[in-house]
């Protein structure tokens, strides 16, 4: 899925969260979306996920004004939000199974207990979702998301509630996404894990984007852009 | 067919969250039924003023509970930021419109299958034979409430004070169904015809239809809204 913002910007009240947006992805990149807290990263996901809408500019998919109202147009994008949009009080087969249907996937048993059995949540089908834990609840959204198989997959800092293999799970469905022609836009603080499997950086600050560029290895201009906004003892 | 099928998937598993919690539906015929038993405490009525006052006691009792059920409509969406991934889905916005004014029409239909005759039962009313007339009023009237209060449940479910919001909003706008509605008991427990409040009858139907086509076209509207 290609991507393209134009002058996208953002206002809440008078607070611009994001101005004047420019990106140009296409297809099997993995974007590393970095910044300090308030940049403007999940303001950005939300946009481009259509949550909400822009203040100013536009989104384009393959071309295409990204369009809210379009079912098919979302069933681009996915949203990946660690621990959240799962009903707790349905059991983890009963969320993919209303979701694959929406999304009119293939959501037969066997489709599902594979997919549950990648993210090692096999024997915890019929459990509802509110007895997971926070981590085990970002396997089942890694795992759904998986079965939907969306065009252009957002993620909000994913990492945080994961645990090592978790975070080997996540990066090698990641990949995968990826190698399908698939593109990835993944925001989060935790950098040098982010860039190891990424192919391009944007870092975000303020509101505007101060750096854009494919991974390169050394990476001079991105170190010195990133170290503007570098917390205090992280290298 | 898709708007269908899709409201059929969103509809199944509000009912599937409902027999679960329950709590819905418990509020809702607890609160119906202590409604009744204070009606039947502070008005000491004699047989005949009770068929006046009927429709407008059961009418207060339909609105307090279904105003209750709809403050509960968009719980599921709220826990989880569940609303955002219903909205990121190809879901059409009709359909969740139209499985939200369902699911709270079905709640509302089993709370009043029993406080209708729990009234008749409390006001020791004899006309038993009206009950068949009385519940397909209650059935349009209760139709008109749910598909005008999931629009405006919808409207002000980002609002601050929304339990607050949501009466204020709603009771208003319902106006006309709420005459409508008392009109035709009114006129049934008078004198046992409903063809006495045809127009009355022909608004209430009127305002159904013109409310549940403009629900289902004006929700992408109203559910996105910020």
């Known amino acids: ?235 | 067919m898709k708007l269908l099928r899709e409201t059929y998937l969103v509809l199944r598993k509000d009912l599937v969250l409902q027999l679960r919690r329950r709590d819905s539906l418990l509020t809702m015929f607890f609160f119906g039924t202590l409604l009744l038993f204070v009606f039947h405490l502070s008005f000491d009525l004699v047989p005949d003023r009770v068929s006046e006052m009927a429709p407008g006691l059961l009418w207060l009792a339909f609105l307090f509970t279904g105003t209750l059920g709809l403050a509960q409509l968009f719980g599921a969406e709220r826990e989880n930021q569940c609303l955002d991934a219903l909205l990121l889905s190809p879901l059409d916005r009709g359909a969740l419109f139209l499985a939200k004014a369902c699911l709270n029409f079905i709640l509302m239909l089993l709370v009043e299958l029993v406080i209708i005759p729990l009234f008749w039962i409390l006001f020791n009313l004899q006309t038993w034979n009206l009950l068949p007339q009385v519940f397909l009023i209650a059935l349009l009237g209760t139709l008109g409430f749910c598909v005008l209060g999931t629009v405006m449940s919808a409207l002000t479910l980002r609002a601050r004070a929304r339990e607050l919001l949501l009466p204020l909003v709603l009771f208003p706008l319902m106006i006309p169904i709420i005459l409508a509605t008392i009109q035709c008991l009114g006129a049934v427990l008078r004198g046992g015809e409903l063809g006495d409040a045809l127009p009355w009858l022909r608004l209430l139907i009127g305002f159904d239809v013109i409310f549940l086509t403009l629900g289902v076209l004006v929700f992408d509207w109203v559910i996105e809204i910020e």
């Not at chain 1, 079912?71 to 087969?93: C, F, K, M, N, W």
Request: glycine share 8%; with cysteine; charged share 20%.
């Open chain 1, 1 to 235: 899925m290609h991507l393209t913002v134009k002058k996208l910007s953002k206002a809440y009240g008078f607070f611009w969260a994001l101005k004047d947006l420019n990106l140009d992805l296409v297809p099997g990149e993995l974007v590393a979306l970095l910044g300090p807290n308030g940049a403007g990263k999940t303001t950005l996901l939300k946009l481009i996920a259509g949550l909400t809408p822009a203040s100013l500019g536009k989104i384009e998919l393959d071309r295409m004004p990204l369009s809210r109202a379009s079912g098919s147009s979302r069933a681009q994008i996915g949203l990946l939000a660690p621990a959240a949009h799962l009903y707790e009080d349905l059991t983890v087969r009963e969320n993919l199974e209303f979701f694959t249907s929406l999304y009119g996937r293939k959501n037969d048993a066997g489709n599902i207990s594979s997919a549950l059995a990648s993210v090692d949540l096999g024997d915890r089908a019929d459990e509802f979702v509110s007895t997971l834990s926070s981590g085990m609840k970002c396997r089942l959204s890694i795992a759904k998301w998986d079965l939907l198989e969306p065009g252009l997959l957002l993620l909000d800092e994913p990492y945080g509630v994961l645990d090592g293999s978790g975070v080997d799970l996540l990066e090698e469905f990641l990949k995968a996404h990826c190698r399908k022609g698939n593109l990835v836009i993944l925001a989060s603080h935790h950098v040098s894990r982010v860039l190891k499997i990424s192919s391009r950086a944007i870092i975000l600050h303020q509101g505007r984007m101060t750096f854009n560029a494919p991974r390169q290895q050394p990476w001079p201009e991105f170190d010195q852009a990133f170290r503007e906004f570098l917390p205090h003892g992280e290298a």
